[in-house]
Each structure stands twice: as structure tokens, then as C-alpha cells.
């Protein structure tokens, strides 16, 4: 059930939309992120592996 928002309901639902926006982008650098510590650990414990 969507509530009458009135004059409010641009402000409102752009409001959300942005929100939900910068929540994705978030979403995406934080897996971005992951990938790029997860490929340099494992350059470092290979490394690690054939030095010794």
C-alpha cells in the first residue's frame, strides 16, 4: 500500500530513488574492493609459497 504523499511525493520518491542508488554503488565498490584485496593476498601468499 503506497501512502498519499501529496505535494511531498517528487521529494519523496526521488529521495528514495537516490537512496537506493548510492546503496548499489556501495554495493558494487565494496565487491570491487573484495576482488582486488582477495588478488593481491593471493599474489602475496604465492609469494610467500615459492620463496620459502
Given at each position: 500500500m503506497i501512502p498519499?504523499?501529496?505535494k511531498?511525493?517528487?521529494a519523496v520518491l526521488?529521495?528514495?530513488a537516490i537512496s537506493l542508488?548510492?546503496?548499489a554503488v556501495?554495493?558494487?565498490l565494496s565487491l570491487w574492493r573484495a576482488a582486488r584485496v582477495r588478488r593481491q593476498?593471493?599474489?602475496v601468499?604465492?609469494?610467500r609459497t615459492s620463496d620459502g
Open positions: 498519499d504523499l501529496g511531498y511525493a517528487g526521488s529521495s528514495y542508488a548510492l546503496l556501495l554495493v558494487v593476498l593471493e599474489e601468499e604465492s609469494r
